[in-house]
């Protein structure tokens, strides 16, 4: 999430490949995407890893293309119902969504509407997020298995890595304030 | 480093409580003593049936060998504390409360609930009280910004609570703000 260059965070979000569509024909850099082709040719679209479409879209050679786990489909979907969707699915192995948006926001001329996408949605997920983190906390070592259903389930399946920290330091002060409110208890008995 | 998470951002409970007995409570000593200096200042003469404001660590030490009789803070009481859970649910805003009340009442209800006047009730209506609070916050975590948050007459313990999630997701928001201008 950080811009810090030895953030391990921001390197696992960046840990992505971004379409792009080239606009200049570029000889002799065919394997980039991986065929047996040997030149580049105009308004071909290659899979390109996040560091080198910084490079490519500045410099005007090529368009990047929104990536899926932006596009439109989830945006309707985050629309509807922000707590229903499954971000870590929706960015492979670490699920940093925020940490990848907000990399594609850098790059993007109008980073007020990704901006807002991405702020609308934590803010409500957030609520869930702690309220689940507390009433796991609640539970305590014993009580595995509560009244769980299905949706909470998948919505915690479905947690980015971020939201997935500030569950466990949620769920971490709860735990801590039962622990203190029951020693009263037991010293009174 | 080395500390848990958790422990990067807050106190922990116990150490709060420790914080808390340092304020001075009112009790009616049942032995005598000099003014006797300690690090944190000198506190007596304790002359029964005088009243002395003692440190609560103190009070309690006494209490514990049956020295003294704690008097009870004002806001300690049946009355109040329900004049209290109704404002709490009455109002939008957290009501006012000793910073340290939850610390406090807790450490008076084990060490001294037979100075106080029924302790079951208060118990409950602190729980009550403790319950409602809990519910504004949460209710507060929707409209959390990026760079500012109104937390007046929350209380050491209910800040220490929610201090590591809330700057932690503060954080989160500050990244995916965007600055209007540039």
Redesign the interface.
């Known amino acids: ?2 811009e810090d260059y030895f953030s391990i965070d921001a390197i696992l979000a960046e840990n992505q490949k971004v379409g792009c569509r080239f606009k200049v024909d570029i000889p002799d850099m065919g394997h980039l995407g991986g065929g047996g082709e040997r030149n580049i040719t105009r308004s071909n679209t290659l899979q390109l890893p996040i560091w080198m479409v910084y490079t490519v879209v500045l410099s005007d050679w090529a368009d990047m293309i929104m990536p899926p786990a932006f596009g439109s489909k989830v945006r309707n979907a985050l629309n509807a119902e922000p707590c229903s969707v499954r971000l870590a699915n929706l960015v492979g192995a670490g699920g940093l969504w ?1 940490g990848f ?2 990399t594609i ?1 850098e790059m993007l001329d109008d ?2 509407e990704m ?1 807002d996408l ?2 609308t949605t ?3 997920r ?2 869930e997020v ?2 689940q ?1 507390q009433y796991f906390a609640a539970l305590g070592p014993a009580g595995g298995v509560g009244p769980s259903s299905d949706s909470s389930q998948s919505f915690r399946e479905g947690l980015d890595g ?1 939201e997935r ?2 569950f ?3 769920q ?3 735990k ?2 039962k ?3 029951e020693e ?1 208890e037991k ?2 008995r | 480093m080395s500390l ?3 422990l990067r ?2 106190v ?3 150490e709060l ?1 420790l914080i808390a007995c340092q304020q001075l409570i009112e009790i009616i000593p049942l032995i005598r003593m000099e003014k006797t200096a300690f690090i944190a200042g000198a506190y007596g003469p304790l002359r029964p049936p005088h009243r002395a404001s003692i440190p609560i660590w103190m009070a309690l030490n006494l209490k514990q060998k049956k020295k003294c009789h704690i008097v009870a803070p004002e806001w300690l009481s049946v009355e109040f504390l329900e004049a209290k859970i109704k404002q709490e649910t009455t109002q939008a805003e957290f009501t006012k409360l000793p910073f340290r009340f939850a610390e406090i009442s ?1 450490v008076l ?2 060490g001294a ?1 037979d100075d106080l006047q029924n302790p079951d009730k208060l118990r409950t209506l602190l729980q009550d009280l403790r319950e409602a609070r809990q519910a504004k916050a ?1 209710a507060g ?2 409209s ?1 910004e ?1 760079s500012i948050l109104g937390l007046s007459n929350l209380s050491a ?1 209910e800040i220490n ?5 809330f700057i ?2 503060m ?3 500050r ?4 600055p209007e201008t540039r």
């Not at chain 2, 990244?175 to 965007?178: E, F, K, N």
Request: proline share 7%.
């Open positions: 999430m950080e925020y948006g907000k926001m980073k007020k901006s991405l702020t934590f803010r409500k957030l609520v702690i309220d983190a971020t920290e500030l466990a330091l949620a971490e002060g709860s801590r304030m622990r203190w409110y009263g010293a009174r | 848990p998470p958790a951002a807050s922990t409970p116990p409580e807790r209800l084990d609930s949460r975590l929707e959390l990026h313990m609570e929610i201090r590591p999630f932690q997701a954080a989160v928001l990244q995916l703000h965007v």
